[in-house]
C-alpha cells in the first residue's frame, strides 16, 4: 500500500515527529513513563527529553530547555552527546514549546560520518523534510539486517511513494510527441512550441490553486477558438496568460500560432491528462509537482544543448550553502561582532540584534547569481535558503514582541498570499538574477520559481498579481558583454537604466507599471546596440576573413553586464554570491567567437590544451563577484588536474581564495546522460585576500565511489575533508600547481615526505637531459606501415606492447618501413631509433590494476602515439634502468595515481615525480639498476646494455617466473628504502592497489623488511 506522504507532510510542517512516524511510518508508541518529559542536567543547564516514537532499538526523542525554550547551541551539543551514547539508532528533534522551530540530528554510533542536521521552521513547505526524512531511516537502517530490517523497509516504502521516474518519464514523451505536433503540422519554430506548452502547464496550475478559477470564466481563458476556422493566440489574450507583467519578452511573448480547433483539442486533453499539484512533495501516485516539469524540460535542454548537464538535487543544494551560506555569516559577523559556527545556528539562535541587522542592512541588498541557470534548479535553492532565513526572523520577532519590529513585519502577515507568499516574491525581485544563453531554458525557469512562488500562497493570492521576472532572468550569452561601468562611452547607459530598474522593481510589489516596463525595454534595445559596437571595438580581432557589423555581434547574444546589471556593479561593487554549473563543452579550433572568448579570459587560456567554456565561466564568475564574495559551481575535474588549467589555478590561487575543491567521479550516473567514467569537481571560492588553506576530498575510484544515497552525507562530513595551503600545493605540484587527489591524511603526510626529493626536471640533476616525447600517430605513419616485417621493416610498438620490465614482441602488428620513413618523415620522429631507449604507456587510468607501466627498449624499434619514450638517447644504461625501477615502482605509481586528471599520463606530470639524486658510486643505487637489467636483458638485443651495468649479457637476465616475481619484490622494497618510508607507510601505499594480487603486495611488503635487515642489498 502506498504511503500518505501528504499526511505525514502535514504533521512533519507542524513539527510532530511522534505522530507522523507512528501514524504513516509504522513506529510504534514508547512506554507512557518514557513518553513524558524527563528533566536533563548536563554540566548546569537545564533540559527535558521524552522519547515519542520508537521501532527496534531505533528511538526518536523530543529535547527543549525547561521552561519550553529552545536549546542553544552549547545545550544542544551537549544533550546529543549524551543521548547518542544511549541509543546507538536515534533521532534528536529540539524544538521549542511553541513549536516554531526544530533541529533534526541523527546519526548511527558505528558510522564515521559527522552527525546530519537539518532545521525546519513552521510555515516552510515539508517536502525538504519529507526526504531527509527518507535519509534518515537510511542511515539508521543501515544494511537491513536483523533488527534494521523495519528501518530500510521504511525508507524503500518512502523512496517509493516519492519516486517520480516513471511520471518524469511519461510526462518527458508526452512533452516530445506534442513539440512534434507544432512543428510539423503547425509550423510553430522550435522555441515557440516549447513556449506554448510551458504555459499552458503554468496555466493548469494557476487554476488549481484557484488564481483563475471561477464558474463564470472559460475552461481556458486564453485560447479562442473559431468554429471551422483557425485559431489564433492575441496579445491581449497571450498577455492573459500570465497576467499583466508576466509575459518575459516581447518577441518571445507575443509570438503568432496558427493552431486548428483539433490540435487545440489534444493539448486540452494533455493538460488534462494530469494532476497538477503545488505541493513540493506528490501526495498522490499522479500528481505532477513543479519540480517534475522542471526536470522534464531541462531533460529537453539537455538534448539540445551540448555541455549542459543536470545535477542531483543534493549537488545544487550544496552549491547553495557553499555560496549563500557564508556570504550571510560574514556580514552578521562584520556588522554585529557575532560568529555562528555553522547557519544552521544563525536560524535557531537570532535575537533581536541580529534581526534588525538581517533586516535593515543585509538581505534586502544581497544580490545573487546564476550565470548558467538552465531552467532554475539553484536560483530555486537559494529562494528557499532565503525564505528560511526571513520566516526565522520573522518568529523570532514574534516571540521577543519587540513592538517596531513586529510594525515591520505586520505586512508579512497581512499580505495577501499569507506571509511566506510576500516574503518569496520579494526574494525574487530584489535578490535572485540569472542568464541563459537557451531562451526556452530561461522561459522554464522562470515559470519554475513562480510556481515556488505560488506554492507558498496559504490563500487565495488572485488579487496580488505574479511578477515579472523580466530583468532578473535574462537569455543571452554570459561570456560575451561589456562589465565596465567606468567606461565614460557606457557609464551613461548605468546611470539611466538603473533607478528605472529599481522603480519598477520596488512597483512590482504591488503591481508593475506596463509603461515604464515597455519603457526599459525600448532603451534597453537601443543601448544595446551601442554597446554592441563597443564590443566590437574592443575585443574583436582586428584580422578577420571579412568585415565584421553589428549583425555579428548581435548574433551572439551578448549580456552586457554594464546596462542589464550596471547597479549591481557599480553601487554594490558585485554580485554577493553565484552559484552555477557551467557547460562543460570544450571549444575546437579557430572561429571569432572562440577568438573573442580568448581575448576576454586571459587566465583560461594560459596552459597546456584546448578551451574549455567551464573555464571562461570561472573566471567571469570572479570578475563578477564584490570584494569578499563568494561562488561555488561544478566544473570537470580538469580543473584540478591537468596541465591545462595551470594557469587558472594559479590565478585563482593568487588572487582568489578557494575553500573547497571535492573529486567526484560518475561511476554511479549522479550525472545523468554523462558517462560514468567522468569525473567531476565541486568548487568554491571567494573574491578576497587569497586563503591560507582550502578543504579537499576525492572519491574519484571508481571502487569507493559515491552513490546517490551517500551523496549527502559525504557532501556534509568534515572528517572525510584534508586541508591543504597554497604553499603546500606548490611543493606537491611546482610546475602545474595540480592538487593532488588525496584521500587520507596519511597520503598527505606520505606525499610531502616524497615531494622533498628533486623533481626529474630539476635543474642541474643527470635527469635534467631526459626528453620524453610521444611518438607520430598512426594516421601519420599510414603511407609507411606495413602488416609484415619486410626486409626493412622496423616494429612499431604501441602502448599494449610495454610492460613492466619488458616488451610483448607477439603483440606487434605493424612494421614501419625504415626507408620510406626517413623519406617521409621528419628526423625528430625517429632520433634515437638505433639506440637504447626508455620507454612507458601513456593511456591509463587510476583505476588500472597498475597505472605507471615502463620497460628499456632495445635499438631499431619506433613507437606510436601511445608510447612515450626517450628521445632522443640521453641517459646512461644504468640511469635507464633505475629510473625504469623507479617508474614501475609502487611508490611512484602511488603519486601518478594522484595527480592523473584522465586517461592519459602527461609529461608534465612524470617531470614532476621526486627522483632520487642519481650518484653512480651510490652502490644501493646499482644494485637497483642491475635488478632492473636482469628483469628486462633477457634477448640477445640487449647484450650491450647488460654488459654496462656489469652483468654478462642477456644469459644473466631473468627468464623463470619465480626468480622475475622475487626480483620485482626486492626492488620495490630497495626503491621504498631510497625514499626513506617507514613500513607502516610503505603498507598504506600498497593498500591503494586492490587490483594487485594479495601475494605480490605481501612479497613487496616482506621485502622491504628484509631490507632493513639487511637480507637484501
Request: with cysteine; net charge neutral.
Amino acid at each position: 500500500m502506498r504511503m500518505d506522504v501528504r499526511g505525514l507532510r502535514n504533521l512533519l510542517e507542524e513539527l510532530e515527529p511522534g505522530p507522523a512516524f507512528i501514524q504513516h511510518l509504522g513506529w510504534s508508541h514508547p512506554p507512557k513513563s518514557a513518553h513524558a518529559w524527563q528533566s536533563m542536567s548536563l554540566r548546569g543547564h537545564a533540559l527535558e527529553r521524552r522519547t515519542v516514537a520508537e521501532l527496534g532499538n531505533a528511538v526518536v526523542l523530543e529535547v527543549r530547555s525547561r521552561g519550553g525554550l529552545f536549546p542553544g547551541a552549547r545545550e544542544r551539543e551537549l544533550a546529543y552527546k549524551e543521548l547518542a551514547k544511549r541509543h546507538p539508532e536515534h533521532l534528536v528533534v529540539f524544538v521549542d514549546g511553541r513549536r516554531t522551530k526544530s533541529l533534526w540530528w541523527w546519526a548511527r554510533r558505528e558510522q564515521r560520518t559527522d552527525p546530519r542536521t537539518h532545521v525546519h521552521l513552521r510555515g516552510q513547505p515539508g517536502g525538504r523534510l519529507v526526504e531527509k526524512v527518507a535519509l534518515l531511516h537510511d542511515a539508521l537502517g543501515g544494511q537491513g539486517r536483523g533488527q534494521d530490517e523495519a528501518l530500510a523497509e521504511v525508507a524503500r516504502g518512502l523512496r517509493e511513494a516519492m519516486d517520480t521516474r516513471p511520471l518524469i518519464s511519461r510526462l518527458t514523451q508526452d512533452l516530445q510527441h506534442y513539440h512534434e505536433l507544432l512543428l510539423r503540422q503547425h509550423q510553430v519554430s522550435d522555441p515557440s512550441a516549447w513556449l506554448l506548452l510551458q504555459r499552458m502547464i503554468l496555466l493548469a496550475f494557476l487554476r488549481g490553486k484557484g488564481l483563475r478559477a471561477g464558474s463564470t470564466e472559460p475552461p481556458n481563458p486564453f485560447l479562442e477558438v473559431r468554429e471551422g476556422q483557425s485559431a489564433y493566440l492575441s496579445d491581449r489574450q497571450m498577455k492573459a496568460l500570465l497576467f499583466e507583467g508576466s509575459a518575459q519578452d516581447e518577441e518571445e511573448a507575443r509570438p503568432e500560432f496558427d493552431l486548428t480547433a483539433e490540435t487545440l483539442h489534444a493539448l486540452f486533453q494533455f493538460v488534462e491528462r494530469y494532476s497538477w499539484s503545488l505541493e513540493a512533495v506528490p501526495a498522490w501516485e499522479g500528481d505532477v509537482t513543479p519540480d517534475v516539469v522542471e526536470e522534464c524540460f531541462a531533460r529537453a535542454v539537455r538534448s539540445r544543448h551540448a555541455g549542459a548537464v543536470r545535477p542531483p538535487p543534493e549537488v545544487s543544494r550544496y552549491l547553495c550553502e557553499q555560496a549563500v551560506h557564508p556570504v550571510i555569516l560574514d556580514a552578521i559577523r562584520r556588522l554585529t561582532g557575532i560568529r555562528f559556527d555553522r547557519f544552521d545556528d544563525l536560524l535557531l539562535d537570532l535575537d533581536t540584534a541580529v534581526c534588525r541587522r538581517l533586516l535593515h542592512e543585509v538581505l534586502p541588498g544581497l544580490r545573487l547569481l546564476d550565470p548558467s541557470c538552465g531552467t532554475g534548479t539553484r536560483l530555486k535553492e537559494a529562494l528557499e535558503t532565503l525564505a528560511a532565513v526571513h520566516l526565522a526572523i520573522l518568529h523570532r520577532i514574534e516571540a521577543e514582541e519587540d513592538e517596531g519590529l513586529l510594525a515591520e513585519v505586520a505586512p508579512w502577515r497581512q499580505a495577501p498570499g499569507g506571509p511566506d507568499y510576500f516574503i518569496r516574491k520579494r526574494i525574487l525581485l530584489r535578490n535572485l538574477f540569472g542568464v541563459d544563453e537557451d531562451a526556452v531554458s530561461v522561459e522554464v525557469a522562470r515559470s519554475h520559481l513562480l510556481l515556488g512562488l505560488l506554492s507558498a500562497a496559504k490563500r487565495n493570492a488572485r488579487s496580488n498579481p505574479l511578477p515579472s521576472l523580466e530583468f532578473n532572468l535574462l537569455s543571452g550569452n554570459a561570456l560575451v558583454g561589456l562589465t565596465d561601468t567606468a567606461n565614460e562611452r557606457s557609464q551613461w547607459v548605468t546611470q539611466t537604466v538603473r533607478p528605472l530598474l529599481e522603480s519598477y522593481r520596488a512597483s512590482e510589489e504591488h503591481r508593475g507599471p506596463e509603461a515604464l516596463r515597455d519603457w526599459i525595454r525600448g532603451f534597453r534595445q537601443k543601448a544595446s546596440e551601442q554597446l554592441n559596437d563597443l564590443l566590437l571595438e574592443e575585443l574583436w580581432p582586428h584580422r578577420t576573413k571579412r568585415p565584421l557589423g553589428r549583425e555579428d555581434i548581435a548574433a551572439l547574444r551578448p549580456i552586457h553586464w554594464c546596462l542589464d546589471f550596471g547597479d549591481v556593479l557599480e553601487e554594490h561593487g558585485g554580485f554577493d554570491a553565484i552559484l552555477t554549473i557551467p557547460p562543460w563543452e570544450v571549444l575546437s579550433g579557430p572561429g571569432p567567437v572562440n577568438d573573442l572568448l580568448r581575448r576576454a579570459h586571459p587566465h583560461s587560456t594560459e596552459g597546456w590544451g584546448r578551451a574549455a567554456l567551464y573555464k571562461f565561466f570561472i573566471e567571469r564568475a570572479f570578475h563578477l563577484l564584490r570584494p569578499g564574495g563568494q561562488a561555488a559551481m561544478v566544473v570537470p575535474s580538469s580543473f584540478y588536474s591537468e596541465q591545462g588549467s595551470s594557469g587558472l589555478r594559479q590565478w585563482l590561487l593568487e588572487q582568489g581564495a578557494p575553500r573547497v575543491v571535492l573529486g567526484l567521479s560518475n561511476e554511479y550516473h549522479l550525472f545523468d546522460e554523462v558517462h560514468r567514467s567522468f569525473k567531476f569537481c565541486i568548487l568554491a571560492f571567494g573574491k578576497d585576500s587569497p586563503s591560507e588553506s582550502f578543504e579537499v576530498a576525492f572519491r574519484v575510484d571508481p571502487r569507493e565511489a559515491i552513490q546517490r544515497e551517500e551523496l549527502d552525507a559525504f557532501l556534509h562530513d568534515s572528517a572525510s575533508r584534508l586541508t591543504l595551503t597554497e604553499e603546500l600545493v606548490r611543493r606537491l605540484s611546482p610546475a602545474s600547481l595540480s592538487i593532488p587527489e588525496l584521500r587520507s591524511r596519511d597520503d598527505l603526510v606520505i606525499s610531502e615526505k616524497l615531494m622533498r626529493f628533486p623533481s626529474l626536471a630539476t635543474p642541474g640533476t643527470p635527469t635534467e637531459r631526459l626528453a620524453l616525447k610521444i611518438g607520430p600517430s598512426r594516421h601519420r605513419l599510414r603511407d609507411v606501415c606495413q602488416s609484415h616485417p619486410g626486409p626493412r621493416g622496423l616494429p612499431l610498438c604501441g602502448g599494449r606492447t610495454i610492460q613492466q620490465y619488458g616488451w610483448d614482441t607477439s603483440s606487434v602488428s605493424f612494421w614501419v618501413d625504415e626507408e620510406k620513413a626517413h623519406a617521409r618523415l621528419p628526423l625528430p620522429e625517429f632520433a634515437g631509433e638505433r639506440a637504447y631507449r626508455l620507454a612507458l604507456r601513456t593511456i591509463a587510468t587510476s583505476a588500472n590494476r597498475r597505472t605507471l607501466i615502463a620497460t628499456v627498449l632495445p635499438p631499431h624499434v619506433l613507437c606510436d602515439q601511445s608510447v612515450m619514450w626517450e628521445n632522443p638517447a640521453a641517459l646512461v644504461s644504468w640511469e635507464r634502468f633505475f629510473l625504469v625501477a623507479l617508474f614501475n615502482s609502487f611508490v611512484l605509481d602511488y603519486l601518478v595515481r594522484q595527480r592523473l586528471g584522465g586517461a592519459n599520463i602527461l609529461r608534465s606530470v612524470l617531470m614532476t615525480l621526486p627522483i632520487p639524486q642519481l650518484d653512480a658510486s651510490e652502490a644501493r643505487l646499482l644494485s637497483v639498476a642491475r635488478r632492473a637489467a636482469r628483469l628486462i636483458c633477457t634477448t640477445p638485443d640487449f647484450d650491450e646494455a647488460a654488459r654496462d651495468v656489469g652483468l654478462r649479457g642477456h644469459r644473466d637476465g631473468a627468464v623463470e617466473q619465480v626468480e622475475r616475481m622475487r626480483l620485482q619484490a626486492e626492488l620495490e622494497g630497495l626503491v621504498a628504502h631510497l625514499y626513506t618510508l617507514e613500513e607502516v607507510e610503505f603498507a598504506h601505499i600498497l593498500s591503494t592497489f586492490p587490483l594487485v594480487p594479495a601475494a605480490q603486495r605481501t612479497a613487496a611488503r616482506n621485502a622491504y623488511r628484509d631490507v632493513t635487515h639487511g637480507v637484501i642489498e
